[in-house]
């Protein structure tokens, strides 16, 4: 299959080229033609799957026709909203709409919280065809009268479950009140619970739904190995393992922002570079961790899953599950960032004796047993006894068993990085 029998511009098929992309991936496959027959679509896809271009690419094939390469900003009002549930997925999603877009006259914009307004507000008012946003910064710019969809054709809800998760919900059904009722509406998410399919009832036309499972996702090109070890041994484990080992770009997931930090500073003290990346972090702190990281000034990157959600770090060879995460889901979309469309990476975990429901969660949802290696030196004692999983904070979760603490809830987090609080509405306009 070639993206020529796809049916895309030529002006499309040029950039896809100059990406160096040979052959559209499952989900573009599926997801193009259908975008481009004008119909509503549900997407069950993650990370790595090669989701952005499957509606980036028909979405700028539909706008391309009124594109207009005039000044004037009555020339370009906004034509298509992609709501994204943190900042650095709206900047990766622009990203992608700019890469795909270079050869039309279409502009774009990404409008999130945690920076100052005034430069969203100039570029709103300059004409922007496309505008990817998170919820809050959004509403804000709505109540500044900044903002006017009455012709806006296309509404794209990316990483929907997340949005829900972080408690979005009322702040998307807001925004959704404010476009018209006539229009081309897409949904992507991970997975298909209740509460997404509802939401896609409520606002989807008679949708096509496009479903790609993990097991033909990243999570198949990706080697990947559990490393059994004491608690209080995975520090130096993981500096072991990065040290003779001589891993150079390597993503570790932490639970808790603290341990993030924590794990940041020791790793330091190792003689290993790192930086940590997560909720409590500015704006320009988190974009400079991830260049430094992109361009191999940094040798590690420790984050959380909020954090990290959405990173687009291409061809990443190592990811490292420092602390398994409380929701199975989160597994996958963390050893996403390697292995991505075409190119082989290996996640480690690091998994002691209190992880083991999260572990067996987590083989659950694969389908399969994960492989294990114990590395010579740091054998599990098997003496020590399982102890209750420490989150940081109390508050929030799905109503695990006792094993398992809630998921934080970082309520203090800046916007785009909340936790799962249904009322977030009311903690807006910092
Ligand atoms: P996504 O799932 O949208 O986050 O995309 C994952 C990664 O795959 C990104 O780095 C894209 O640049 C890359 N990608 C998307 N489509 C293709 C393709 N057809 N061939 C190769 N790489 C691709």
């Known amino acids: 299959m070639s993206f020529d029998s796809l049916g895309l511009l030529p002006e499309l098929l040029r950039a896809v080229r100059e990406q160096g992309y040979e052959h559209p991936t499952p989900i573009q496959i599926q997801a193009i033609p259908l975008v481009l027959e004008g119909r509503d679509l549900m997407g069950r896809a993650q990370t790595g799957t090669g989701k952005t271009a499957g509606f980036t690419l028909p979405l700028l094939q539909l706008l391309a026709p009124h594109a207009s390469s005039s000044a004037s900003p009555a020339r370009h009002p906004i034509r298509a909203l992609i709501l994204t549930p943190t900042r650095e997925l709206a900047m990766q999603v622009e990203e992608s709409v700019r890469t795909y877009g270079k050869h039309l006259p279409l502009r ?128 130096a484990l993981l500096s072991h393992l990065i040290t003779s080992r001589k891993l150079q770009q390597v993503l570790v997931f932490t639970r808790t922002k603290h341990g993030a930090n924590r794990l940041s500073e020791q790793l330091d003290k190792d003689g290993i570079s790192s930086m940590a990346i997560h909720g409590n972090k500015s704006q320009p702190q988190r974009i400079k961790a991830l260049e430094d990281f992109k361009r191999g000034a940094v040798r590690v990157l420790v984050a959380t899953d909020i954090a990290a959600r959405g990173l687009d770090i291409d061809s990443l060879p ?113």
């Open 318 to 430: 190592n990811v490292v599950n420092y602390e398994l995460p409380q929701v199975p889901e989160d597994y996958i979309h963390r050893i996403g960032r390697t292995g991505r469309a075409g190119t082989e990476g290996e996640a480690m975990s690091l998994v002691c004796v209190d992880e083991h429901n999260l572990l067996k969660d987590i083989e659950k949802l694969l389908r399969k047993a994960l492989p294990k290696d114990v590395i010579q030196g740091y054998a599990p004692d098997p003496s020590i006894p399982a102890e209750p999983i420490q989150t940081g904070r109390q508050g929030g979760g799905r109503g695990r068993g006792p094993a398992r603490a809630p998921r934080p809830s970082s309520g203090s987090a800046p916007r785009g990085e909340r936790g799962r609080h249904p009322s977030r509405t009311s903690a807006r306009g910092k």
């Open 108 to 235: 774009s914009t990404t409008i999130f919280g945690g920076v100052n307004i005034n430069a969203q507000t100039k570029a709103l008012r300059a004409g922007v065809e496309i505008v990817v946003a998170t919820p809050g910064r959004l509403l804000d710019h709505q109540g500044q009268g900044n903002l006017n969809f009455s012709h806006l054709e296309v509404l794209i809800l990316d990483e929907a479950d997340r949005m829900l998760d972080m408690g979005f919900i009322r702040d998307i059904q807001k925004i959704i009140g404010l476009l018209p009722a006539k229009r081309q509406t897409l949904l992507f998410s991970a997975t298909f619970t209740d509460d997404i399919k509802q939401l896609a009832s409520k606002f989807l036309k008679t949708p096509a739904t496009v479903e790609i499972t993990p097991e033909n996702t990243a999570a198949e090109l990706v080697r990947q190995v559990v490393h059994p070890v004491d608690r209080e041994r995975k520090r």
